[in-house]
């Protein structure tokens, strides 16, 4: 397993991904870098080697919040039950500034009474912006809950971004 620390341009946000073989495990971010950092782990992670695929990450998630990109073209590796994969599945399928409910999500799927399953599969996402659970709101249209760095705000960002 591999891992890479990086910057997206015009963006204080720090991400981590995490990756094997050219397919993203795992995206995580935060304000501060140093949240990101394993101990175990930091000095691989500070080694200058890169690979074409975790550039090719970081290029698409520059191209993203530069608002040129609308849907990545990143292999992933998710794991989880049938349930979890079909919502994985759905999310990913939200288009770009477009928003659905759990509801909706929980409908889509043919699961018309787990929508507060949705959401705990929605919680559980390890590669958020990327699988879009940011898309993914309350049956009022409201934020309800986001598996990223920077909660409710961030989400909201993420919207915003995505409308303008």
Do not use: W
């Not at 990450?57 to 990109?69: D, E, K, M, P, T």
């Amino acid at each position: 397993m591999n891992q890479k620390i990086f910057q997206v341009d015009n963006l204080h946000y720090h991400f981590k991904i995490t990756y094997s073989k050219n397919k993203l495990y795992n995206l995580s971010f935060s304000e501060d870098k140093n949240n990101l950092i394993e101990k175990q782990l930091s000095l691989k992670i500070s080694n200058n080697t890169t690979s074409k695929f975790a550039k090719e990450v970081q290029n698409q998630l520059n191209a993203y919040f530069q608002r040129r990109l609308k849907k990545f073209d990143i292999p992933v590796h998710i794991e989880g039950s049938e349930f979890s994969l079909k919502v994985f599945k759905e999310m990913s399928k939200i288009p770009y500034g477009k928003t659905k409910s759990y509801k909706q999500v929980a409908e889509k799927i043919k699961e018309p009474k787990s929508a507060r399953a949705v959401g705990r599969v929605s919680g559980s996402n390890k590669i958020p912006i990327i699988i879009p659970c940011h898309r993914i709101v309350g049956s009022n249209g409201e934020l309800v809950g986001y598996s990223g760095g920077g909660g409710l705000l961030f989400k909201s960002y993420l919207q915003l971004l995505e409308k303008s």
